[in-house]
């Protein structure tokens, strides 16, 4: 037997009447109203059935979907479903202001022989289109201009702490994944407000994009909060921070019971001397560094190095020179314009710095970079061979005052408190031939994951060789020169960014 349904199409079509045969319509009762049934989803012979019903009861429901139409009418569509199915009808033209309901409003209508009242349940769910952009965003953060206005600093705080869990357990990997996560992130124009803003994004991996889902729809993440509160992590984050502490190092003394300074300093623990200063200046060393402290010690490393080798040339690098407002330390590039002069600067320049009582702690590794040595075979890794001085300087009030015009910090109220008169920062000089400088320069400007992209795009895009010393093309067995930043750029066939948008 033919359904209902079924039977009465055939009887349409039988008398060669159709759904598009308006003259054959019951005059329209509501000229207020005009509808549009979508077909998608809902079939053409259920639509045609429908379609027909309103009509008899006096609807106008159109064929074809025009501005005209001031109820849209679909079944099984969400919608975004709908929208963008008008959309694809309507290119260019402005948006509709139809009404997008669901069947039951029509069969409601039909049984009430009247269009009923609109009520929530019959409107369909649409995100608004304006709120929701969709990203789409290079998959090497090299590629990305990636400034310190971050719109989405609560998930890439979560996911760098996840990193930073990862990298304190010796998991190199998962860090690095959460730390390209967070990347992208930070590249996005806008806050995400939902996670079907990230369909395409590169680097977005299933426990990154778990994490972020978590965070948008319960405001945090419970891996996030229970890593926050384990005793190993906290343990970790305290031994770590004292400088000259590595992972392996907190972790043995983990092992052994050790679970903060007290317990370090009650310990029969043997430290070096590195150790030793950096337990010495603890506090100090893990307030950030201001920018105007970083200008202060600018000031006295550019006095040193004139002293000692005028015409040297002295450059801010790190997170300072990415325009970073804080710093963990104060990292210097030391240059001469003359080749071969910069040889034997870094122990002149410590001598100096010592003499006039700036240094609290110091040690300076040779340059043991040798490109007939260390050359292509090597120069991915991102370990470098410069000479090089981790040093703890010791910066006076009166330095800071002559120095700083900002307001003074709370670092320099407790400093007072204790009648201190100085604090501990952590500055990195390092040396450089000129020939190596634009190398040296672009390597130590960072951050640490646009670094690793550039090296990652040079040998994965390129097949090139690239460290803070040279770069090599694989394919041409040759070294490719460079004495700025941009033709190194250049090399690579990628676009220059500079320093601020570097910050990755
Ligand atoms: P930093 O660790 O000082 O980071 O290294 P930063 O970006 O300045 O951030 P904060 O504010 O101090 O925490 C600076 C750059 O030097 C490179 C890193 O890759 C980073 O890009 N670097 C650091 C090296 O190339 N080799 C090293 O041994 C250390
Ligand atoms: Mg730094």
Redesign the pocket.
């Known amino acids: 037997m033919v359904p209902l349904k079924r039977r009465k199409l055939v009887s349409s079509a039988a008398t060669g009447r159709t759904g598009t045969d308006s003259n054959d319509k019951a005059p329209t009762k509501f000229p207020l109203v005009v509808l549009f049934l979508l077909e998608r989803k809902m079939g053409a012979s259920r639509r045609a059935f429908l379609s027909q019903l309103g009509r008899q009861k006096g609807f106008q429901v159109e064929e074809s979907f025009s501005e005209s139409i001031t109820h849209v009418v679909s079944e099984n569509n969400s919608g975004d479903e709908v929208q963008s199915w008008i959309d694809s009808q309507v290119k260019g033209q402005r948006r509709t202001s139809a009404h997008l309901l669901d069947v039951s409003w029509y069969t409601e209508s039909m049984r009430a022989g009247l269009p009923v009242q609109i009520l929530d349940r019959h409107k369909l769910q649409q995100v608004d289109a304006a709120e929701v952009a969709v990203f789409s965003v290079p998959s090497f953060a090299c590629q990305r201009r990636t400034t310190l206005e971050n719109h989405n600093a609560v998930l890439t705080d979560a996911l760098s702490l996840l990193a930073e869990n990862a990298e304190l357990s010796d998991e190199e990997g998962r860090g690095v994944a959460f730390r390209r996560a967070a990347a992208v992130l930070k590249a996005l124009p806008e806050p995400v407000t939902d996670t079907t803003q990230l369909r395409g994004l590169p680097c977005l991996g299933a426990h990154s994009l778990r994490v972020i889902k978590e965070i948008l729809e319960n405001g945090e993440s419970s891996e996030v909060e229970s890593t926050k509160q384990s005793e190993r992590f906290k343990a970790l984050k305290v031994l770590t921070g004292i400088f000259g502490v590595g992972v392996k190092t907190a972790d043995r003394w983990i092992r052994d019971g050790i679970l903060d300074l007290q317990q370090l300093q009650d310990s029969q623990q043997t430290l070096n001397r590195a150790q030793q200063a950096g337990l010495e200046h603890y506090e100090d060393l893990n307030q950030p560094v201001s920018r105007p402290e970083a200008d202060s010690i600018a000031s006295i490393v550019e006095e040193a190095v004139r002293s000692v080798l005028p015409g040297a040339q002295v450059s801010l690098?790190?997170?300072?020179r990415?325009g970073?407002q804080?710093?963990?330390?104060v990292?210097f590039l030391i240059t001469h314009p003359e080749e071969g002069r910069e040889v034997g600067l870094m122990p002149r320049v410590v001598a100096w710095l010592e003499s006039q009582g700036f240094l609290l702690y110091q040690k300076t590794s040779r340059n043991s970079y040798l490109e007939s040595k260390d050359g292509p075979a090597r120069p991915s890794s991102?370990?470098?061979r410069f000479e090089r001085c981790l040093s703890i300087f010791k910066l006076s009030e009166e330095q800071q005052h002559t120095e700083n015009t900002a307001e003074p910090s709370q670092v320099k109220d407790e400093e007072l408190d204790q009648n201190k008169s100085w604090r501990a920062v952590r500055v990195?000089l390092v040396v450089s031939p000129i020939s190596q400088f634009a190398f040296a320069l672009l390597?130590?400007?960072?951050?640490?994951l646009?670094?690793r992209e550039l090296r990652r795009w040079a040998g994965h895009e390129k097949s090139m060789s690239l460290s803070?010393h040279a770069l090599y093309d694989n394919k041409q067995g040759k070294y490719l020169r460079a004495t700025s930043e941009e033709e190194i750029f250049a090399h690579l066939g990628l676009e220059f960014i500079p320093p601020s948008e570097r910050n990755a």
């Open positions: 690098i790190g997170g300072f990415r970073k804080t710093g963990h330390d990292d991102n370990m470098d990195d390597g130590w400007t960072g951050s640490k646009f670094e803070s």
